[in-house]
């Protein structure tokens, strides 16, 4: 069964930086994810949906939310999905999850789409104190 699982989350200062890190498990490949088609950072803020917030390809196309663009940077690093979150404020609070998709159907949708994804971390949080 694959699993992702995320780290790095914690608290930090409005201003400060942190690093998310997500590892996969549960299959042969030593890609992240099986060698993805989309790797995707998501986050949940308090009492808002689900969004995106980076996406990385196979091609390595980076795509980010326009909340986060020049701040935070999408990467592989050592078979590994990571999310490099620099200046952050307040409203960057949130619950922060790792997604893959596996299918090259995916190509086809918005990386925003939640539903393109085919597997999923259970999220660590990210607290930013103003």
């Known amino acids: 069964e694959v699993q992702l699982a995320e780290s790095g989350g914690g608290s930090v200062e409005s201003g400060g930086s942190l690093r998310l890190s997500c590892a996969g498990s549960?299959?042969?490949?030593?890609?992240?994810?099986?060698?993805?088609?989309?790797a995707a950072w998501f986050r949940q803020r308090p009492g808002l949906e689900r969004e995106g917030v980076a996406m990385?390809?196979?091609?390595?196309t980076e795509n980010y939310a326009d909340s986060v663009k020049g701040r935070f940077t999408i990467s592989e690093v050592r078979n590994r999905l990571s999310l490099e979150m620099n200046a952050l404020k307040s409203e960057d609070t949130a619950v922060y999850y790792c997604a893959c998709a596996v299918k090259r159907r995916a190509l086809s949708r918005s990386w925003l789409e939640s539903d393109s994804y085919d597997y999923w971390g259970q999220g660590t949080q990210v607290t930013v104190s103003s």
């Open positions: 990385i390809d196979n091609y390595a």
């Open positions: 549960g299959y042969l490949n030593r890609r992240y994810c099986m060698g993805y088609y989309r």
